[in-house]
Structures are given as C-alpha cells and as structure tokens.
C-alpha cells in the first residue's frame, strides 16, 4: 500500500512540473487580456521589477509604436513604456500586440532569461458623426435627405435637428428629443419639406447634435463637422388664370 502511495505521489510531482514548465509569468497586474482600448492617446505598461538594473527588459510592439523608441526596445531596468496603438481601421477594431521578456544577470556571468509575458490590445477610434452631402439646393416644398458616417464600434446613436441659419431659435425640424440608431456606419436621414414663400432663398442648417458609439465611455463624440446648409428657393403664388374672352349663356 505504501508503495502506491510513492508512485502516485511522484507521478503527480511530474504532472506539475510539465505544466509549470509552460506557463506565463504574470509579470504585470491590473489589466485585462485582451485589452480594449481607445487609440486616441498614448497607454502606459508596467511590469515589477524586483531585480533593478540587473534585469534587461525587451518590449516588443505589433500594431502600435512605442513613444520615444523602436520595436523592439530593449534596456537594463526598462519595465515600463508608453505606446500609441494604430487607428488604420474607423469603424472596426484595430488588433495589436505587446510582448516583454526580461533577462537577469547574476553577476556571475550567468543571465536567466525569463518567459515571454503577452498581451492582446483591442483599439478603437472614438466616436465620430461626419456629414457625407454637400452643401444643396432645393425648391419650398421639396423634400430632402441627407448622408451620414460614423466611426466608433456600432451600434451608433445619435440626434439632429434643422434650423434658419440667420435665425438659430428658429428649428423647423427637431430630432434631439431620443436617440435614434444605426448598426452601419452609414445612414440616410430624410429632412421633411420646408415651405418658403418670403420671395427670396432661405438657408436652413442640418445639424447633428450628439453622436455616440457602443462603449460606454464617451458621452458625447466629436461632431464639429456634422453640418451642412440647404438653401430653400421661394415660390410664389401665380394667382388664378385670367382670361378676357369668354362667352356667357343668354
């Protein structure tokens, strides 16, 4: 019976020892894997460093630069960087890496490299709401549409309102009440008919007032290009048609 007991207990020993000799060394703490982020400004990383400078640090960066530094940066006590994450991609996720490794010199002419520690990097732009028509032109009466395009992560919500340009308070037409929505980064938004008949063009400005994406931690996205003028054209009344030959019944 004790003999079993040995074997069992020696198995177990090389069992832990195979997956040990595998495993990443948490090097960091405080983060997320992948980690989904805003791409706007730089991100820090850190890793401990209990071994000072006797410890060489590598980072290595994919889809994304290291402030101040090439890929991969290398240096003695180097355990934390600052990284700019690619936005190539508007309206889908940017995918980048980071990799460290440290070695430890003994001092002895020894140095121990250690496992490689990585991490997936989820980037996104912030939310963005661009008018895509030109300025336009049309008839008192005549409908109208206007093109919209995002960039964020769907699904988009967003508001919009029409008013005279000359006379701001003056809203014709006002969407800011709710959020409407969008799972595509493009929209066609329908403007009701604006009747004028002052005799002479008036301009009115489509506005998008407020933009968000999907994540939760922008309000408000940017949307200083979210607008464009239409100029109404009058039309007048002709009156009745008016003629001087007609016969009358006796």
């Given at each position: 019976m004790k003999k079993k007991m040995l074997k069992?207990?020696?198995a177990l020993a090389i069992v832990l020892v195979t997956i040990n000799a595998g495993a990443q060394t948490d090097y960091g703490s405080g983060?997320?894997?992948?980690?989904v982020?805003?791409?706007?400004?730089?991100i820090s990383y850190t890793v401990s460093n209990p071994d000072g400078n006797n410890a060489t640090f590598t980072w290595t960066v994919t889809g994304g630069t290291i402030v101040d530094q090439s890929s991969p940066y290398s240096a003695t006590g180097a355990n934390s960087i600052q990284v700019i994450w690619d936005n190539a991609n508007k309206t889908s996720v940017n995918i980048g890496n980071l990799t460290v490794s440290k070695v430890i010199d003994h001092g002895d002419g020894v140095s121990c490299p250690?496992?490689?520690?990585i991490m997936e990097i989820q980037s996104w732009v912030s939310p963005k709401a661009t008018v895509a028509t030109s300025n336009f032109h049309v008839c008192s009466g005549e409908a109208?549409?206007?093109?919209?395009?995002?960039?964020g992560k769907a699904d988009y919500r967003y508001k919009w309102k029409v008013y005279q340009k000359d006379t701001?308070?003056?809203?014709?037409e006002d969407k800011t009440g709710s959020f409407l929505t969008s799972n595509t980064s493009s929209v066609?938004?329908?403007i009701a008919s604006v009747v004028n008949i002052s005799g002479s063009d008036i301009i009115y400005v489509f506005a998008v007032t407020q933009v968000q994406d999907a994540f939760a931690d922008i309000d408000d996205g940017d949307i200083t290009t979210a607008t464009v003028e239409?100029?109404?054209?009058s039309t007048s009344d002709i009156g009745p048609i008016q003629s001087g030959s007609s016969l009358i019944s006796r």
């Open positions: 069992t207990g020696i983060y997320t894997d992948p980690q982020i805003r791409n706007t400004d730089p250690g496992p490689d520690q109208s549409t206007v093109d919209l395009t995002f960039e701001p308070a003056n809203i014709v066609t938004v329908d239409m100029t109404v054209h």
